[in-house]
C-alpha cells in the first residue's frame, strides 16, 4: 500500500548517539523498580515528582548546585536521570574519581584511566569547605528526619487511608501531595545521605573488608514475612494468610503501580511462604566481627576513632534507607487501592495507570491510548543501561571473562539458576547459584534459597547487595549479560569478595584451587 517496511534478522549491532547529547543512566532507577523494565506514566510521574525535587534540592543544600538541568527522561518507555549533570556538580569535590562513581553504580565505562579526577590541593580543600560544612549537616538532619518519621508507626500514620471515602479522588490528591511526597522524599534523601556515607568511608579507609563490614545490620522489614514464616511450627493457610495480610505491599513482578500486590496474588504467595527453607543463608554476624576487628588492630591509633565514628554512620544509613523503603512501599500500596477504586468509579479499568497523577487529579483521559502503545511497544526492547555522549548500544559479546562488583563477600562452587522473574526463582533448589536481572525487595522471599548470586545490575549500596550480605551468601552484581552468558544448569563459581563469576570449564587453576 504505498508504505516502506525495514525488516531485520537480528539485532542491530551498535547504535550510537549525537557528540552533544548529555549523558543519561537508569543505574539505582534498575533496582528501584521503575526501570527494570517498561513504566507506566503513572508510575513515572510520581516517582519524578519526588527524584526531581529531591535531587536538586539536595544538591542545593550541599553547595554543590551550580546551573539548572533535566534530572530526569524517559527513553525506551524507561526512566533514566542525567549522570552527565550529577558529575558536575560533585566534581567540585576535591578527590572525585569517576571511575570510583561509576563502578559503585555499575555504570558503562567509556574512557580510559580514572576518568575526570578532582586534585586534592589546597586552593580546592579551602573552595569545599563549605560543602564540608554542608556534608555535616546533611548528615545530621537527615539522619533526625529518618529517624522521626520511622518513630511513628506506618500504620498510624496511614490508618485514616483504609477506608474508602465517598470523595476517593479527593483523598487520593491528599495522600499524594501530602503522606507520599514527604515519605518519599526523605527515602530519596537518606539514600543521597547513605551514598555520601560510604564515599566518605571508603575514601578515608580504602582497601577495607567493606561487603563484611556493612554485613550484620539491624534486624531489616524486607525480612520480617520471611523470619516469621521460618518460626512458625505449623504452616497452616489461615496462619500464611495472617503474613500475607500483614505485608500485603510486598509484591513478586515489581514497584509499578500496575503490579498486584501481595494481598492481590494470594495462592502464588502462599504457596512460596510455604515452601520457604526452614532457615535462610548464614549468620554474617561472625565474619563482620572478625573484619571489624581486624581492621581497627591494622589501623593506627589516631584513626581508630574516625573509623569507629564513619563505619556506624554508614551501616546507620543503611539500615534507615531499607527501613523506609517499606515505608515507601506501603505508601504506594495505598495509592494503589486509591487508583483502581477511581478506576471503577470512572469505568477507566486498567487504562488508568497510563495517565499521570495530574492527569487522574482532574480526570484528563486525552493520552491514555497514545501512552498505552508506547508502554507496549517497548515492553520486549532490551534497553541500554546508559545513553547519550560517549555510549553506544553494542550487542557483541566483548570477552568470556564475566566480573562485576564484589558485593557481599564469600566463594561458592554450584549450579546456576537463571531466573528472569520471582517466579521462576521460587522453584530453585535451595544452594544454587541465582543469575537474574536485578533483584528488588520483591526478591527478598527467594533469595533465603540461593547459595549465592550474580545480577546484570546493581552496586554496593543496591537492595540484593544488602539483602545478600544479610543472608550471609555471595553475590556479585552488575555482571553485563550474565543471563544469557550462562547457561541455566551450568556449574559456576563466584567470589564475592573479589567480584569473579566463571564457568567452572573456564576457571583459572589458582580459582579452581
Known sequence: SGEIFVLQSRPITRIG?????????????????????????????????????????????????????????????????????????LAALPGFVEREFDEDLSVQINYEGDGHVTPVTPLRILRAIPTILAIKRFFRSQQRAAEELLNQPIESRLQGYESTPRNVAAEFRRLVETDYYQIESTYFRTIFAASLAKLDFMSSFPGVDYGSLVSALPPLRHVEPVRM??????????????????????????????????????????????????????????????????????????????????????????????????????????????????????????????????????????HIQTNHEIYESYRNFQSPNEIGSGFHIDRRRRSDEMVGIAASPGTLSAT??????????????????????????????????????????????SHAAIICREYGIPAVLGVEDATSRIADGAKLMIDGSEGRVCLKTSCPEEYEQ
Not at 512501599?329 to 486498567?350: C, H, T
Not at 521460587?426 to 545480577?455: E, F, H, K, N, Q
Open 416 to 461: 546456576a539458576k537463571v531466573a528472569g522473574n520471582v517466579a521462576q526463582a521460587s522453584r530453585m533448589p535451595r544452594g544454587r547459584i541465582l543469575v537474574c536481572p536485578y533483584t528488588d525487595p520483591g526478591w527478598t522471599a527467594v533469595l533465603d534459597r540461593a547459595g549465592g548470586v550474580v545480577t546484570e545490575t546493581g552496586g554496593l549500596l
Open 229 to 366: 514464616v521460618q518460626a512458625m511450627q505449623d504452616r497452616t493457610p489461615q496462619e500464611l494468610s495472617r503474613v500475607i495480610d500483614t505485608y500485603r505491599h510486598h509484591y513478586r513482578s515489581g514497584l509499578d503501580l500496575i503490579h498486584p500486590r501481595w494481598d492481590e496474588d494470594r495462592p502464588f504467595v502462599q504457596q512460596m511462604l510455604a515452601e520457604l527453607p526452614a532457615s535462610a543463608g548464614n549468620d554474617p554476624r561472625p565474619r563482620y566481627e572478625s573484619a571489624r576487628a581486624a581492621t581497627l588492630h591494622s589501623l593506627p591509633r589516631r584513626k581508630r576513632a574516625s573509623f569507629d565514628r564513619k563505619l556506624d554512620r554508614l551501616r546507620h544509613f543503611l539500615w534507615l534507607r531499607e527501613q523506609l523503603r517499606d515505608y515507601s512501599s506501603q505508601v504506594y500500596y495505598l495509592i494503589r487501592r486509591y487508583v483502581l477504586e477511581i478506576a471503577v468509579r470512572r469505568g477507566l479499568g486498567d487504562s488508568i495507570f497510563f495517565q499521570t497523577y495530574r492527569k487522574i487529579f482532574i480526570d484528563d483521559r486525552t
Open 17 to 89: 548517539f549525537a557528540s552533544e547529547a548529555d549523558q543519561w543512566t537508569n543505574a539505582d532507577f534498575r533496582d528501584g523498580g521503575v526501570s527494570s523494565t517498561v513504566c507506566t506514566p503513572l508510575m513515572w510521574s510520581l516517582y519524578e515528582l519526588v527524584w526531581d525535587q529531591s535531587l536538586k534540592d539536595t544538591l542545593r543544600e550541599l553547595k554543590l548546585f551550580r546551573n539548572d538541568f533535566q534530572a530526569s527522561r524517559m527513553f525506551f518507555g524507561r526512566p533514566y536521570w542525567n549522570l552527565g549533570a550529577v558529575k558536575q556538580c
